[in-house]
């Protein structure tokens, strides 16, 4: 059985509703297609990508062990998806996708408590044109990769993010800014690095916001799959 199994069978007839929104979580062994399918159409609508015919966007970090990608799903078609790249200190070899672009990043991996987790690859189907209900898409992916880097037992978070994007993770997760807007790719708009730890206050601050409210239920889940998917022990993570 896949490890994403259990969640796809969730999605039957009686989630054909625009409020149930699933995840699935797929490994880098997995069929990933709906996902990579969905960047693709949300970097292409946004102009960071030209279109191609292969109808898919993926970088060489997509094909690592020790990355994850979580595809939230409506009536069964994914309408929005997220990666997460682990790193744990102390091993050897490229597994954040934004070290090339930011020198900030080696003294994090050098001074690190534990092991860190970038979050990037956010997109949203852009048929989806409602700008409520694509905020409300946009906190359910970001809520669905905090969970994921707390089920890894992650210790640091790192976003490189839009500028336009800054205030949201500033204001409501309490990131800080670690590195200067950089051209991340793809395209030639600014991104700009943001971190905090993963700590009790963010769990806090989560906990007060109905958008990010963590079901223990959900998490415990996570916790027994997750570290297993990226080549970990459930027993010492999470």
């Not at 994914?78 to 744990?88: D, G, P, Q």
């Not at 906990?207 to 799959?225: G, P």
Request: glycine share 6%; with cysteine.
């Amino acid at each position: 059985m896949k490890p994403h199994a259990q969640y796809e069978a969730a999605f039957n007839e009686a989630d054909q509703s625009d409020s149930v929104v699933r995840t699935a979580w797929y490994a880098c062994a997995d069929n990933r297609r709906e996902a990579f399918a969905l960047r693709y159409r949300g970097y292409v609508h946004a102009g960071l990508i030209e279109p191609s015919p292969f109808e898919i966007y993926t970088d060489a970090y997509d094909d690592l062990g020790t990355t994850l990608v979580a595809a939230l799903y409506r009536r069964g078609a994914c309408i929005a998806t997220l990666r997460i790249s682990l790193y744990v200190p102390g091993t050897d070899g490229p597994a954040l996708p934004c070290e090339k672009v930011y020198p900030e990043i080696e003294a994090l991996k050098a001074n690190a408590k534990g092991p860190i987790v970038e979050l990037s690859r956010l997109s949203i189907d852009p048929e989806i044109t409602n700008t409520r209900y694509r905020a409300r898409l946009y906190a359910a992916a970001i809520r669905a990769g905090v969970m994921g880097c707390i089920a890894l037992d992650a210790r640091h978070l790192i976003v490189a993010t839009q500028t336009k994007w800054q205030s949201f993770y500033e204001h409501v997760m309490d990131f800080k800014v670690t590195g200067s807007a950089q051209l991340y790719p793809p395209g030639d708009v600014p991104v700009i690095l943001l971190t905090r730890e993963l700590d009790a206050e963010l769990r806090r601050r989560m906990a007060r916001n109905i958008f990010f409210r963590i079901d223990k239920a959900e998490l415990d889940e996570l916790s027994q799959r997750l570290p297993g998917m990226v080549g970990l022990n459930p027993a010492t993570a999470g």
